[in-house]
């Protein structure tokens, strides 16, 4: 099984940014005549051979996302022209069928000096060690269908409109990912008056082709503030629980999260001790 979050973080008194560890892209080169979507990221990696330490260190490397919504053909593939100084296998030819890669803040207009922040993961789909949620496949175990090559891709939008993340899958040594599993959130920053309600927004899309589909999904919201956090709320969906929390006044929408993935957060008076990050997190 394979888990993905999405981070929003909120103020009650001020106005605070969120702050991401993802490395800003600064090939100057311009793709934006191409007709299909086009995302720079760095690929990001840990160096192999490292042995125990605290600190594991990594490589990036420039790596390049052409994306459609449907499968790329040999034909259109050859329409498309990477720069050379981005190593062919660093190049990728993303199936999104959701479109989640194409939304304006991270496709910004040909000229623009900003660039939307993108880091591209190896990713091991694992078995969840939630202990509140059973396990999603019978089994317990993971599917002969996880023996591929698994992406994790962390984006912001321009002016903080959209974080995205998403789970992709590829055949092995093949590059052609498609997302499996998408995660993101419109309210990366959001500022509340205290006593008033308000909403951390999160939705997630699953591929419904996916055999990890058919397993069955959980929602989990932690709270993080200066190193301490806690299990705001958490949502079983094949058994449809929620897990005992401490935190009182927390609530989700169960038929939009059913019918159109709407995961978002509910707290219904802002105090003072909500001001923090929460991380809202998919389990397949």
């Known amino acids: ?138 089994s317990a175990q993971s599917p002969v269908y996880l023996q591929a090559d698994w992406f994790s891709v962390a984006a912001q939008g321009l002016d903080e409109q959209l974080t995205l993340s998403n789970v992709m899958r590829a055949p092995s040594a093949s590059k052609e990912p498609k997302v499996i599993l998408s995660v993101s959130s419109k309210t990366p920053v959001v500022r509340s008056r205290l006593g008033e309600a308000f909403l951390l927004d999160c939705g997630f899309w699953v591929d419904l082709s996916s055999p990890v589909h058919g397993s069955g999904f959980s929602i989990e919201w932690h709270y993080q503030f200066r190193g301490e956090g806690w299990l705001v709320l958490a949502y079983d969906g094949k058994n449809d629980q929620f897990a005992e929390t401490s935190e009182t006044g927390a609530d989700i929408d169960i038929p939009g999260l059913y019918e159109t993935g709407n995961a978002s957060l509910i707290l219904e008076e802002a105090q003072v001790r909500h001001s923090g990050t929460y991380i809202c997190t998919v389990y397949l």
């Not at 001020?14 to 560890?21: D, E, P």
């Not at 919504?69 to 720069?83: D, G, I, N, W």
């Open 1 to 138: 099984m394979s888990d993905i979050s999405t981070i929003c973080k909120i103020s009650i008194i001020a106005f605070a940014f969120l702050i991401y560890s993802i490395m800003r892209v600064t090939n100057e080169h311009n793709l934006s005549y191409l007709q299909f979507p086009v995302l720079e990221c760095w690929f990001v990696q840990e160096k192999p051979g490292h042995v125990g330490g605290f600190s594991v260190p990594t490589s990036q490397e420039k790596s390049l996302m052409f994306i459609r919504t449907e499968a790329f053909s040999e034909e259109s593939r050859s329409e498309l022209h990477p720069p050379a100084d981005i190593s062919p296998s660093r190049i990728y030819y993303v199936t999104d069928p959701a479109g989640s890669f194409c939304s304006a803040a991270l496709n910004p207009p040909k000229g623009s000096v900003n660039k939307p922040k993108c880091e591209i993961n190896p990713f091991m789909p694992h078995a969840s060690m939630v202990r509140w949620a059973s396990a999603l496949t019978d």
